[in-house]
Structure formats: C-alpha cells, structure tokens
C-alpha cells in the first residue's frame, strides 16, 4: 500500500540573465516551504533538463514571458508564467522616463488591456509592441531603435537585447510579481498532491473490491482502476496508475457504446463474459466530479437475471419473422408474399385484412426485415389488449406528474421507441374513438405529444395496420373515423382464410410439426426430418383439407402441438392410430351442421372475405374481371361476397 508523504513541493524556476538573478535572490525566502532549484537554461535546453529529472521530477515550473509560454506546450509539468503587475508597469515607466525621451513597452503576447487603458486615461504617449517568439523578439528591437526610441521596458530578453542594440533597458519584472508566481506554484503544487492523495486513497480501495470497477472523470479520463477489470479488459499493464489520466475509451475501445449513458444498469459482454455493468456518480467537493463503473461478472449476474432480462426485453423492439417463414404454395399466398416485397419498397401506411390467426403479425414483421428501416425498432401493440387510459399511455407515453402513478422523469410512449423503425398497430378496429383522432394527427404531421406535454416531438415512423374488422362497417356506423381509414388504408394486403388455401395445410402441419421436435428431444427422435414429419401426418391429411378452420393457422399450431405431446410418448416405430387422432383433435372429425351452425360459420369469416375481395380490387384499379381471374371466383361470387360485407360497389 502506498504512503502519504509529506516532503515540501518541489519547484522549478527557470530563467536567465536579469530573470534568473531575481529567482537566486528570493529563494531564501522559500526554503522551509519548498524545495527550490533556479536553472539557468531556458527554451529547449530547459525542455531536456526537465525531461530527464525522471527521478527527482518537479511538481510545478515557474517561467516569464516566451520562455513560459514554450514549456507550457512541451512539458507535461504544470508551467506558472510570471505575470507583472500593474505597479510593475508604472514603476518600470517611470524609471525608463528618466533615462529617456522616447520609451516603448514591449511584452509577450498582447499588450494587458489594463495597461492600455491606464496609458489612455492619463494622456501618456508610450508605443506598446508585442512579441511571440524569440526572432520576432530580435526583429522588434532592431525596429525600435531604428525607430528613435531611447529607453525599452520588457522581460530580461528583450531587455538583454535591447542593451545590445545600444539602447536603455529597463526590467519590466519586480520581487512582488516573482513571489507571486512562486505563491502561484505552491497553490498548484498542493492542490495536485491533494488529488494524487485522493486517488491513491482510491485506488487502494478499487483494488480490494472483487468486482471489477474503474473511477473517471468528467472528461471519461481514468482517475483509478482496479486489478480485476484491468484482466478482464485484458490490460497487460502491471501498474494502474499509468493509466490514470488516460480516456477510458482509448484504453478500452471494446466498451464504446456498452457503458449505461445515465445512472443505472445495463447487460453486456466484455471478452466474451456477461456482465452486469452499473453506472454511478463519483462525488467530490459536494458536487458530481465523474463516474464510477462496476461491472458485475456472470455469476453474480445470475441473481439479477430476471430483472434485467426484464429490463433488456422492454427496450428491444426486434421482428423475428421473415418473409420465408410464412409457409404455403398456393397462388393466394405466393400473391401475399409478391405484394409484402413490392410494398417494403415503400413508407406507405399499410393495412392488412385477415381473419384471427392468419399471421397478420408475421406478415408485418417479413415487411419490416425487409424494408429500408430493418436495423431499427418493429414495435407492435394489441389495441384491443388495453384500457383506453392505459393504451393512451403506452402509445403516447407520459410527461411526469401527468398523472396519479405517473413514473418519475416521465416515459416515453411506444410511438416514440418506434422512431426510425415500424409502428404496428394491431387490431386497430378496436381502437377508442378518442385515440383516432390522436393517432391522425401522428400519421399527418409525423409528431407525437406525450399526455401532460405541449411540447411536440418530432418521429420518423412507419405505420402497419391489421384488423379482423370491416372498416367500413366501422366508418358507416360511426366507431371509426372516416378520415383515419383512409390515412391507413394506402396499401393493403388481405390474408387468405386457411379454408380457402387447403392445398397448404399439409406443409403448415409438417413445419409446425418439426418446429415442437426443435423444442423437445424425445419428439425430436421421432420426427428427424421433414419426410417423417409428413408419414405421421398422412392419415390425418384428407381429415385436415375439409376442416374449416375457424381458428386459422393458430388453430392448426394447437391441433399439431396437441399431436407432438401423443408422439413424444410412444416408440419410435409406433404410429399414431386414427382413433388416438380423433380423441386428440375430436373438433375436426365434427360434421358441421347444415342449419344454424353452418350459418355462423360463415357469419365468421364473412366480413373478412369482403375485405379480401375489396382489396384485391383495388388493387387492379376496380377491374372486376382481373380481380376475379386474381381471386379465382365469378363476377356473381364477387358480386355476392362484396354484398355479404355490407357494402356494394
């Protein structure tokens, strides 16, 4: 463990000629104070010296004029520049007074302001030059005395080369403006030994800790870091404290865009290992002076698993669909996939028909991956899955204190988390006639207003929409806007019925057959492949075309995964008897009455095929004979299914 010392701050003064003689003659009165060494050397012979005190390195040099200003861009020791004071100046002008008519006032770096303000105040005619390095320092002295003018008032160079030129020369520099740089240096020498102080007191703590943990400041420069995050970062640096003073993210470039923006936590991987990675302040002086970040390796991780599976799942918006999971070969179908690639080309507002359970979602979702805005959020919403408050809420998000319960710092609303990526609005026929005219305006003018806010934030979003409804019924009865189906029926897609697709069944029952094998073992050697999934299925195939299918394709999962239970349990080499068949999924093997049953059958999916019919006309522009080739029916079908849905045409 290092040790607080409490040597006298070493100091550094360098100079020479005229400065250098002021240094030696109030040394004496620092020596309990400071260890003080007046080197002669100045400009780069000053730089190697200092350089090469490896050992016995000075906390804070103090300098004048060019020379200053030279160290302070070459060393990495702090540099105190004498300044002179306004007494220095008029004492100096008026000594210069005497010795000659014509004075001039040079310095280095502009003339104070102060000085010239007091020149013009009392009506002294002085000429007040500048220098910047030591030629133009040679260069304006020449210039003077060719210039007339008898006595110069500087720093020792200038005043040196003054004497050179013939000319009188008066330090600008007093004792008073000397003792002022060297209390200058004292300040900044104790201030920095009580900062190396407070990190070593930190980083003996950093280093007894378990977890891995690094402190910076506010600038993300490391002030401390301990041993066990030096390994994970895979540092092979035995000291830490030549890290300190380092950006973080130069050290580590493996933590750029993983470390929580706000106090908190978050999940990431460092190397390959999961960790819990926590933000906190680093409090000094009683105000936020940098953060602290730990990081929190796998097996501590497990106890928070929930929580922050929890967190990570509520703010990651992914499609999981593509177009290649939607299964099936019939002509309808292979129409549906032709117009979700057509359609992902656009930022059209698309709305898609379909009766419960026949991959509206899905279908979104492959529009999505396939669009422009794939690499940014797909937010879905059931609109008839909340409350109207609670799905204002969640749509629009909330200022805080806009309401009791109201989450501190507010929220912001699933329209938001959707920027840059695809709002979908499922079942948007159950939406409340309040949020309509809310959601309207998000699609007209692409801002939102969270509830309690004025302020409105700009989104650049894209709006599916799906519905088992007839809009149209909704409009003319009055529980749904006019005006809003029209901003969301740009582009539609209608979703066959599994009844009007039979022809696919038998793929969809083999695919969701091998999707339980994935998920169990035992059935997984039992349906190894494709071709087995479709023998087990065989007998039941004919049974499964006729069915109607009120559920659609979530129906079939059910039926499938209620079959892939009975397998797992049997021999491999046992089929599945008819009989065991019709115990599992006795609804398909139900002969559908004529009379009243039959009729609600096709109340069910009446309004759906009116909506599938519609689209498809719209589609080839209101051609009936194209749009009944399309839909593989006749004009009198047509005539009679658009009629069904309440709407003739």
Same mark, same amino acid.
């Given at each position: 463990?290092?040790?607080?010392?409490?040597?006298?701050?070493?100091?550094?003064?360098?100079?020479?000629?005229?400065?250098?003689?002021?240094?030696?003659?109030?040394?004496?009165?620092?020596?309990?104070?400071?260890?003080?060494?007046?080197?002669?050397?100045?400009?780069?012979?000053?730089?190697?010296?200092?350089?090469?005190?490896?050992?016995?390195?000075?906390?804070?040099?103090?300098?004048?004029g060019?020379?200053g200003?030279?160290?302070k861009?070459?060393?990495?020791?702090?540099?105190?520049?004498?300044?002179?004071?306004?007494?220095?100046?008029?004492?100096?002008?008026?000594?210069?007074?005497?010795?000659?008519?014509?004075?001039?006032?040079?310095?280095?770096?502009?003339?104070?302001?102060?000085?010239e303000?007091?020149?013009?105040a009392?009506?002294?005619?002085?000429?007040?030059?500048?220098?910047?390095?030591?030629?133009?320092?040679?260069?304006?002295?020449?210039?003077?005395r060719?210039?007339?003018?008898?006595?110069?008032?500087?720093?020792?160079?200038v005043?040196?080369?003054a004497?050179?030129?013939?000319?009188?020369a008066?330090?600008?520099?007093?004792?008073a403006?000397?003792?002022a740089a060297?209390?200058?240096?004292?300040?900044?020498?104790?201030?920095?030994?009580?900062?190396?102080?407070?990190?070593?007191?930190l980083?003996?703590?950093?280093q007894?800790?378990?977890?891995g943990?690094?402190?910076?400041?506010?600038?993300?420069?490391?002030?401390?870091?301990?041993?066990?995050?030096?390994?994970?970062?895979?540092?092979?640096?035995?000291?830490?404290?030549?890290?300190?003073?380092r950006?973080?993210?130069?050290?580590?470039?493996?933590?750029?865009?993983?470390?929580?923006a706000?106090?908190g936590?978050?999940?990431?991987?460092?190397?390959?290992v999961?960790?819990?990675?926590?933000?906190?302040?680093?409090?000094?002086?009683?105000?936020?002076?940098?953060?602290?970040?730990?990081?929190?390796?796998? +097996?501590? &991780?497990? %106890? $928070?698993?929930? /929580?922050l599976?929890? #967190?990570?799942?509520?703010?990651?918006?992914? *499609?999981?669909? @593509?177009l290649?999971?939607?299964?099936g070969?019939?002509?309808?179908?292979?129409?549906?996939?032709?117009?979700?690639?057509?359609?992902?080309?656009s930022?059209?507002?698309?709305?898609?028909?379909?009766?419960?359970?026949?991959?509206?979602?899905?279908v979104?979702?492959?529009?999505?991956?396939?669009s422009?805005?794939?690499?940014?959020?797909?937010?879905?919403?059931n609109?008839?899955?909340?409350?109207?408050?609670?799905?204002?809420?969640e749509?629009?998000?909330?200022?805080?204190g806009?309401f009791?319960?109201?989450?501190k710092?507010?929220?912001?609303?699933?329209?938001?988390?959707?920027?840059?990526?695809?709002?979908?609005?499922?079942?948007?026929?159950?939406?409340?006639?309040?949020?309509?005219?809310?959601?309207?305006r998000v699609?007209?003018? +692409?801002? &939102?207003? %969270? $509830?309690?806010? /004025?302020?409105?934030? #700009?989104?650049?979003?894209?709006?599916?929409? *799906?519905?088992? @409804?007839?809009?149209?019924d909704?409009?003319?009865?009055?529980?749904?806007?006019?005006d809003?189906?029209?901003r969301?029926?740009?582009?539609?897609?209608?979703?066959?019925?599994?009844?009007?697709?039979?022809?696919d069944?038998?793929?969809?029952?083999?695919?969701?057959?091998?999707?339980?094998?994935?998920?169990?073992?035992?059935?997984?050697?039992?349906?190894?492949?494709?071709?087995?999934?479709?023998?087990?299925?065989?007998?039941?195939?004919?049974?499964?075309?006729?069915?109607?299918?009120p559920?659609?394709v979530?129906?079939?999962?059910?039926?499938?995964?209620?079959?892939?239970?009975?397998?797992?349990?049997?021999?491999?080499?046992?089929?599945?008897?008819?009989?065991?068949?019709e115990?599992?999924?006795?609804?398909?093997?139900?002969?559908?009455?004529?009379?009243?049953?039959?009729?609600n059958?096709?109340?069910?999916?009446?309004?759906?095929?009116?909506?599938?019919?519609?689209a498809?006309?719209?589609?080839?522009?209101?051609?009936?004979?194209?749009?009944?080739?399309?839909?593989?029916?006749?004009?009198?079908?047509?005539?009679?299914?658009?009629?069904?849905?309440?709407?003739?045409?």
């Open positions: 463990m290092k040790t607080q010392t409490f040597a006298r701050p070493r100091i550094w003064a360098t100079g020479i000629s005229r400065l250098r003689d002021l240094f030696i003659d109030i040394a004496g009165d620092y020596a309990e104070r400071a260890e003080l060494n007046v080197l002669a050397l100045g400009f780069e012979d000053a730089v190697r010296a200092i350089e090469a005190s490896e050992g016995e390195r000075p906390d804070v040099i103090v300098a004048g060019s020379n200003a030279y160290l861009s070459r060393v990495s020791v702090p540099v105190v520049i004498i300044g002179p004071t306004g007494f220095d100046v008029m004492h100096a002008l008026a000594r210069a007074r005497r010795e000659g008519a014509r004075v001039a006032l040079v310095t280095h770096g502009e003339t104070p302001k102060e000085v303000r007091f020149l013009g009392y009506g002294i005619e002085l000429i007040c030059e500048s220098y910047a390095t030591t030629q133009d320092a040679e260069n304006l002295v020449l210039d003077l060719d210039r007339g003018v008898d006595v110069v008032v500087g720093p020792g160079m005043t040196d080369l004497a050179e030129a013939g000319m009188g008066v330090f600008l520099y007093s004792r403006s000397i003792a060297f209390e200058t240096a004292l300040e900044v020498a104790q201030a920095m030994r009580s900062e190396a102080a407070r990190r070593n007191r980083d003996n703590l950093l007894h800790l378990r977890d943990v690094v402190a910076v400041d506010a600038d993300g420069r490391i002030e401390a870091i301990n041993r066990p995050l030096m390994n994970a970062l895979g540092l092979g640096i035995a000291d830490s404290s030549r890290l300190a003073g950006a973080l993210l130069d050290v580590a470039p493996a933590l750029d865009g993983m470390l929580p706000a106090d936590d978050v999940f990431g991987k460092v190397r390959g999961s960790y819990a990675i926590h933000r906190g302040p680093l409090a000094g002086d009683g105000a936020s002076a940098g953060t602290l970040f730990t990081f929190q390796e796998s +097996r501590a &991780v497990e %106890r $928070l698993d929930r /929580t599976r929890s #967190r990570q799942g509520a703010q990651e918006f992914v *499609a999981r669909y @593509r290649e999971d939607v299964v070969e019939s002509d309808s179908i292979e129409r549906v996939r032709a117009l979700v690639r057509k359609y992902a080309k930022n059209a507002t698309v709305l898609i028909l379909g009766e419960s359970g026949t991959g509206k979602e899905m979104a979702q492959s529009m999505h991956r396939l422009r805005r794939r690499d940014f959020p797909f937010v879905a919403i609109c008839g899955a909340f409350p109207e408050a609670l799905l204002e809420s749509l629009f998000g909330y200022e805080e806009a009791t319960g109201a989450r710092g507010g929220k912001a609303g699933l329209i938001e988390a959707a920027h840059r990526g695809t709002l979908f609005l499922d079942e948007i026929g159950e939406m409340p006639p309040s949020l309509q005219s809310r959601l309207l699609l007209q003018e +692409r801002e &939102v207003v %969270r $509830l309690g806010s /004025t302020e409105p934030t #700009r989104v650049d979003i894209r709006v599916i929409a *799906a519905t088992h @409804r007839t809009l149209a909704g409009v003319a009865n009055g529980s749904f806007r006019a809003l189906f029209y969301i029926n740009i582009l539609s897609v209608a979703l066959p019925p599994l009844r009007a697709r039979s022809g069944i038998a793929l969809l029952a083999t695919e969701l057959l091998l999707q339980a094998a994935s998920r169990d073992k035992a059935l997984a050697a039992r349906v190894p492949d494709r071709n087995a999934a479709m023998q087990l299925l065989a007998p039941l195939e004919q049974t499964m075309r006729t069915y109607l299918w559920g659609n979530r129906e079939l999962q059910n039926v499938i995964e209620r079959i892939a239970v009975e397998l797992a349990d049997l021999p491999s080499d046992t089929p599945l008897p008819m009989d065991d068949f115990a599992i999924a006795p609804e398909l093997f139900e002969i559908a009455p004529e009379g009243e049953g039959a009729s059958l096709r109340q069910l999916s009446r309004s759906a095929e009116a909506d599938q019919v519609r498809t006309l719209d589609e080839f522009g209101g051609d009936r004979d194209a749009a009944c080739r399309a839909l593989g029916i006749s004009k009198t079908t047509l005539w009679r299914k658009l009629n069904a849905g309440g709407n003739r045409r």
